[in-house]
T-cell receptor, first 114, second 115 residues
Framework: QKEVEQNSGPLSVPEGAIASLNCTYSDRGSQSFFWYRQYSGKSPELIMFIYSNGDKEDGRFTAQLNKASQYVSLLIRDSQPSDSATYLCAVNERGYSSASKIIFGSGTRLSIRP | KAGVTQTPRYLIKTRGQQVTLSCSPI?????VSWYQQTPGQGLQFLFE???????NKGNFPGRFSGRQFSNSRSEMNVSTLELGDSALYLC??????????????FGEGSRLTVL
């Protein structure tokens, strides 16, 4: 069973609409959750992180976390063509030591159509 | 402030050879993680180093190894290369050392092709 699950897409959303990206994780002990964006041919870059249950807003992006359901989501409002990318959900897991490691889902490809 | 630097950017090897990849983290970052990225498997965690110690390891065979030096620079080595090792190898550095792992800053990657 994969530790971090995402729908691979592609998810096609019209410009100006809300894009909704979802992620589930298996480790109940996970404490921090991240959304990375990766443009084609580029490296991932962090766009949001969330530690507590509920919503966290940053500009057009809102991250939502529900630890009871082991569910993380990312909403992108007023979607722009520049938002077309692969979105990677990432979760910190307890490693074999007291430190953590970050595990990535396989990503959801988002395409914003004009 | 310089970003994460990975060398070489591209390399071609043949089966059975070995390869060493290098990563210089952002100045002041003591944690370095390595990931393998392939179209089919996505980003897979290889290992993480902090203060010259391997703290975490992913589910890769022993052919994959790494180390970290006192200046936080890290190297990873793959021995007895197989065709399936062809991938983009990404290094990421982080400020955070314990507890909640902080943001990862990725390098541009080393693209390895095994023939």
């Amino acid at each position: 069973q994969k530790e971090v699950e995402q729908n691979s897409g592609p998810l096609s959303v019209p410009e100006g609409a809300i894009a909704s990206l979802n992620c589930t994780y298996s480790d109940r002990g996970s404490q921090s959750f991240f959304w990375y964006r990766q443009y084609s041919g580029k490296s991932p870059e962090l766009i949001m992180f969330i530690y507590s249950n509920g919503d966290k807003e940053d500009g057009r992006f809102t991250a939502q976390l529900n630890k009871a359901s082991q569910y993380v989501s990312l909403l992108i409002r007023d979607s722009q063509p520049s938002d077309s990318a692969t979105y990677l959900c990432a979760v910190n897991e307890r490693g074999y030591s007291s430190a953590s490691k970050i595990i990535f889902g396989s990503g959801t490809r988002l395409s914003i159509r004009p | 402030k310089a970003g994460v630097t990975q060398t070489p950017r591209y390399l071609i090897k043949t089966r059975g050879q070995q390869v060493t990849l290098s990563c210089s983290p952002i100045s002041g970052h003591r944690s370095v993680s390595w990931y393998q990225q392939t179209p089919g498997q996505g980003l897979q965690f290889l290992f993480e180093y902090f203060s010259e110690t391997q703290r975490n390891k992913g589910n890769f065979p022993g052919r994959f190894s790494g180390r970290q030096f006192s200046n936080s620079r890290s190297e990873m080595n793959v021995s007895t290369l197989e065709l399936g090792d062809s991938a983009l190898y990404l290094c990421a550095s982080s400020l955070s050392g314990t507890g909640f792992t902080g943001e990862l800053f990725f390098g541009e990657g080393s693209r390895l092709t095994v023939l």
